[in-house]
């Protein structure tokens, strides 16, 4: 790729990182919990951790219906490890408008992964009868067609297990998600919904070259491997316990992004928030500290465009589009931060088979030169099946 579209894209990114960053800081809820009871199909119980958006902040305080009915993400602890070291991070999903529970089953030396992503699905389950359960505060309350699962470590690949087992869960973002048995990297690509593999580059007790790398090559698009760069194991939770790593960030610096990245996600597929596809898949997912893989699905051939267009003339530019997802779908083209007249034809492509492609014609009559700054836009494309998952390439005008 050319040096100046290299810079292009930093300078979109750098610009545009500001306006995201404030999902790393809390919503407009309080966030309240309160411990619960869990039974198993098989009449034994577990107890979880359920936040939830509230009136006050902290154990039983009121629930905030105002923002209803919410979705639900199920989240999995890491090995030996207490919810209530996650409490932060689960706290500030519930203050940006969501239900999170948090199984404490499987807490021992010698624990279960397959029973530990059981038992997260069956959170869900509890949700759903909470919402049925007329006398219950969650009544009418969940939003059960926008389940999402996450978790720490153990947690994030029994969250890999219970996605790929549950068609009631619609998105996947875990933290340093840890190889399990079975394997978390074998039911990968049995996850059919969009998925973040968030990781620390510094992370020396899961990898990421030997866990979300390998998870996210067996993964089908679309998926997003973020890596913190300095971001470490026990980074992910709000205290150091026995063997824990270290990184070259602080805590309260990874927690920030972790935060970001999670709430973004989120709310785009269980929100259906279109406005935030570039927090997500575009120039916003990377910060200063984030360096992403993303494989959308959605192929934009050139992947950055510069062409010549002098003032007053239509300039026409062909750019291919190649469906990389694993099931046919069309696409949609828009012409972002616009600043001359410009269209594409067609605006949406026929439906295109997996590896198949499409030539859309965009169109452009400048009527001044601007400073080079500003003679860039952004082209986006845009997955009409789900309505939210985008490539995108930008276009500089010379």
Known sequence: MKLRALIVIAIFA???????????????????????????????????????????????TTFDPAGGPYPGITFGHGFLQAVSNYQ????????????????????GLFPSHQNFANDLRQSLTFLEQENLNSSSVLFNQVLTSKFGASGHSMGGGASILATAQDSRIKALANLAAAETNPSAVNAMPSVAVPASLISGSSDTIVPVASNGQLMFNAGPAPKLLPVIQGGWHCGFIDSNGFGCDSGTITR???LTETRRLLTSFFNLYLKSDETHWKQVWGGELNSPLVIAQTRS????????????????VNTTIPVTVTNRG??????????????????????????LA???SAVVSLTFRRLWKNPRLLDTVVISVRN?????????APLTLE
């Open 252 to 254: 309260t610096e990874q």
């Open 88 to 107: 932060s991070t689960l706290e500030h999903l519930a203050t940006h408008g969501y239900f999170v529970i948090a199984s404490d089953s499987e807490g």
């Open 14 to 60: 750098a610009g545009a990182f500001a306006q995201s960053n404030p999902l790393g800081s809390s919503g407009r809820f309080k966030a309240g919990w309160r411990s619960v009871t869990v039974t198993r199909p098989n009449n034994t119980t577990f107890t979880a951790r359920l936040y939830y958006p509230a009136t006050t902040s902290g154990q039983n």
């Open 326 to 351: 694993t099931s046919p779908a069309s696409f949609t083209v828009f012409i972002e931060q616009r600043r001359w007249l410009g269209a594409a034809s067609p605006s949406q492509t026929a439906s």
């Open 354 to 356: 997996p590896n198949q």
């Open 384 to 392: 009409n099946t789900d309505n939210l998952t985008r490539g995108y």
């Open 297 to 312: 699905g959605i192929e934009l051939s050139p992947a950055a465009i510069t062409v010549v267009a002098p003032v007053g």
